[in-house]
């Protein structure tokens, strides 16, 4: 059994890519062997079925996977998903790429304190007092901080109620220790710091 023939979006539509087949077969390629790689117990149930819910392939899926899954969507459905989160679909798969990219420098122990982006996410403006400014272009700078202000949006237009301030006490336990950190993660003052809700 493919993917493809088991892969139903809203009103029973199948997915179409909007960007090259190419792609589209090998992100089907790529569950079609998760799926039969998993242990997953409910998964082995359903291989016999004729169709798999969307909820338990999500489960077999990486990140970069689901990155990849929004990326193929038709533009309404991105639009609709990023406009749960009061951004732009283009906000949001730029933001989709940074989180996969700190996930997993993490993975392999990189040091994300200090790293400048290559992958530049875009940014609220209602960040740009939070985060340092290079003076030589007059662009905020890629660090950190910009993935903290991200997680930190998205988490709380999830759930406001989030009993956070994990990152923020970590943040402030470093700053006491070395006041560097604010050049480090690219937040402009401790104040920035101590506004994060997560």
């Known amino acids: 059994m493919k993917i493809q023939d088991i892969w ?38 359903y291989k016999n079925q004729s169709e798999i819910p969307v909820w338990l392939i999500v489960d077999v899926l ?7 899954l ?10 609709e998903i990023a406009e749960n989160h009061n951004i732009t679909a283009s906000i949001f ?12 420098l993490s993975a392999y122990n990189s040091n994300v304190l200090d790293i400048l982006f290559r992958t530049k996410p875009k940014i609220l403006n209602r960040w740009k007092d939070k985060i340092i400014v290079n003076e030589k272009n007059n662009r ?13 949006h998205l988490i709380m237009n999830i759930n406001k109620d989030f009993p956070g301030n994990a990152v923020r006490n970590c943040l402030m336990r470093l700053y006491k ?7 480090q993660t690219g937040f402009k003052t401790i104040e920035s710091i101590k506004e994060i809700k997560i």
């Open 8 to 45: 139903i979006l809203k009103n029973g539509q199948i997915l179409k890519n909007i960007v090259s087949i190419y792609k589209q077969k090998e992100f089907f390629r790529r569950i079609d062997k998760n799926i039969k790689q998993s242990k997953n117990k409910l998964i082995q149930e």
């Open 62 to 68: 990486t990140f970069g996977e689901i990155l990849n």
């Open 70 to 79: 929004y990326k193929l969507m038709k533009k309404e459905y991105k639009e």
């Open 93 to 104: 798969v730029s933001w989709l790429e940074n989180i996969n990219l700190i996930r997993n």
């Open 140 to 152: 905020s700078v890629d660090k950190i901080c910009k993935t903290i202000l991200i997680m930190e």
């Open 177 to 183: 220790r070395d006041k560097r950190i604010l050049k």
